[in-house]
T-cell receptor, first 111, second 114 residues
Framework: QKEVEQDPGPLSVPEGAIVSLNCTYS??????FMWYRQYSRKGPELLMY??SSGNKEDGRFTAQVDKSSKYISLFIRDSQPSDSATYLC???????????WGAGTKLIIKP | GAGVSQTPSNKVTEKGKYVELRCDPI?????LYWYRQSLGQGPEFLIY????????DSGLPNDRFFAVRPEGSVSTLKIQRTERGDSAVYLC????????????FGPGTRLTVL
């Protein structure tokens, strides 16, 4: 079993819908949780960064962490075709560089 | 400002050959990371530099892989005796300070070993 599990998709939704992306993990030591967006043939780009449990909101994006369930989510409101990309979760046990990554979920927003 | 750049963008080589992949981090960033990303997978950590020194090379898969950063800026990932299993996208990232969780990624070098 992988340390971080993420449904590869693809997830296809109509423009304007609310999107929910999720990861589960097994290592209870993880404290730092990140969501990256990766467009085709590009490197990952940091979207959201959360420490420990709770919610964080930034514009149309909301990240949630539930450490008791070892489950993290990214919500995208008012989704746009430009949001079509692969979304990767990543996490680490402390503020270091060794991120453990999910495999990514491919998201398609249909106009 | 300029982001992380990587050259070449694509590299096709034959099994057994030697390749070098270059990374130019964001100016002033002291930390530099190399990752490998296979199709349909998340990035896999290879090596991390603080300044000129490799602070952690535990992710390098074997001794065919080596990386340097002689002046604390540009880094080169070197792969000897390439194998077909080395085919992947090699990503470089940099961060302003060591230990920063926000890493800025380059577009990657797509390596294909025939």
């Amino acid at each position: 079993q992988k340390e971080v599990e993420q449904d590869p998709g693809p997830l296809s939704v109509p423009e304007g819908a609310i999107v929910s992306l999720n990861c589960t993990y097994s290592n209870s030591a993880f404290q730092y949780f990140m969501w990256y967006r990766q467009y085709s043939r590009k490197g990952p780009e940091l979207l959201m960064y959360t420490y420990s449990s709770g919610n964080k909101e930034d514009g149309r994006f909301t990240a949630q962490v539930d450490k008791s369930s070892k489950y993290i989510s990214l919500f995208i409101r008012d989704s746009q075709p430009s949001d079509s990309a692969t979304y990767l979760c990543a996490m680490s046990a402390n503020s270091n560089y060794q991120l453990i990554w999910g495999a990514g979920t491919k998201l398609i927003i249909k106009p | 400002g300029a982001g992380v750049s990587q050259t070449p963008s694509n590299k096709v080589t034959e099994k057994g050959k030697y390749v070098e992949l270059r990374c130019d981090p964001i100016s002033g960033h002291t930390a530099l990371y190399w990752y490998r990303q296979s199709l349909g997978q998340g990035p896999e950590f290879l090596i991390y530099f603080q300044g000129t020194g490799a602070a952690d090379d535990s992710g390098l898969p074997n001794d065919r892989f080596f990386a340097v950063r002689p002046e604390g800026s540009v880094s080169t990932l070197k792969i000897q005796r390439t194998e077909r299993g080395d085919s992947a996208v090699y990503l470089c990232a940099s961060s302003l300070n060591p230990g920063d969780n926000e890493q800025f990624f380059g577009p990657g070098t797509r390596l294909t070993v025939l």
